[in-house]
């Protein structure tokens, strides 16, 4: 990786990724496009522009303009509002990823983008679930994911476009919060836990799901596009954890820096059967051999940096 557009760059992943990206790299190597523009620093900080992923003209322009070699593509819709707006979902995510591929195609780049544990549904063998495997996903997220991973080998197999790609769990940050996910509860419980010391959980007690901190996702990212393509044997997508939870597990968590938190349900049950369709904790010992994947976070230290980091946030509002 040398010259780098990120798409979605105001999104989730985009917007920490970008900032430690540019720290990497160097600011003017690092190009952010999202389709809002905002007051977020990685717009001021460094090349950004405006750039709707269906517009394949336009994305053209701009990777060619700045000649990067790499396309970090990560806008799309996730899971709760692909759901609600399938038709948006499609169009976005799958006609968003082949423009990116095309444009990475012409241009030689090197691609990543990331797939999810969205990407299995309710066949896929559910503990411990392996790299390969079932992938007969029933929301139109998972579709997209599944379809995207296949469509990424594709483009590897048959142009040798050097496509890479991480099935990524939840993930839980106290930057930037999600949008329309179904592990989104993950992060609304540390601030909910920071503001008002309650929260009431769409998804119900005992529905394991993978998750990961966000700096180990970050890592991750750069891991994979860093490593010695021919030591991959796989390419997408990796199944990458940090650690399997619930409600319950993360609320014990908390109560050990705050012991007065409460937990308590109201069960949304679109989100929950949702997650009810994905795994209770995937396998990711591909990614440890072929690339050295590792997670520094688990869930008692992601607890701790996590109520700390938003206690000092909340405390500099205050201020
Ligand atoms: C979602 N966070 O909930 C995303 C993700 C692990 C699932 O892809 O939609």
Known sequence: MNKILVTGALGQIGSELVVKLREIYGVDHVVAADLRSSSHEITQSGPFELLDVTNA??????????????????????????EEKPLLAWNLNMGGL?????????????????????????????DNTPQDTIQRPNTMYGVNKVSGELLCDYYFHKYGLDTRGLRLPGLISYMTPP???????AVEIYYAAVSTGRYTSYIAKGSDMDMMYMPDALNAIIDLMEADSSLLIHRNSFNVTAMSVDPEAIAAAIRDEFPGFIL???????????ADSWPHSIDATAAKTEWGFHARYDLKAMTKDMLSQLSERQMLRKA
């Open 57 to 82: 003209k336009a994305m053209f322009e701009i990777a060619n303009r700045y000649k990067v070699d790499t396309v970090i593509h990560l806008a799309a819709l996730l899971s709760a509002v692909a």
């Open 179 to 185: 949008g329309g996910g179904t592990t989104d509860y």
């Open 264 to 274: 308590d349900y109201d069960i949304d049950p679109k989100r929950q059967a949702i």
């Open 98 to 126: 082949m423009n990116a591929l095309e444009v990475s195609r012409e241009l030689g780049c090197q691609f990543f983008t990331p797939s999810s544990i969205g990407s299995f549904g309710p066949s896929t063998p559910k």
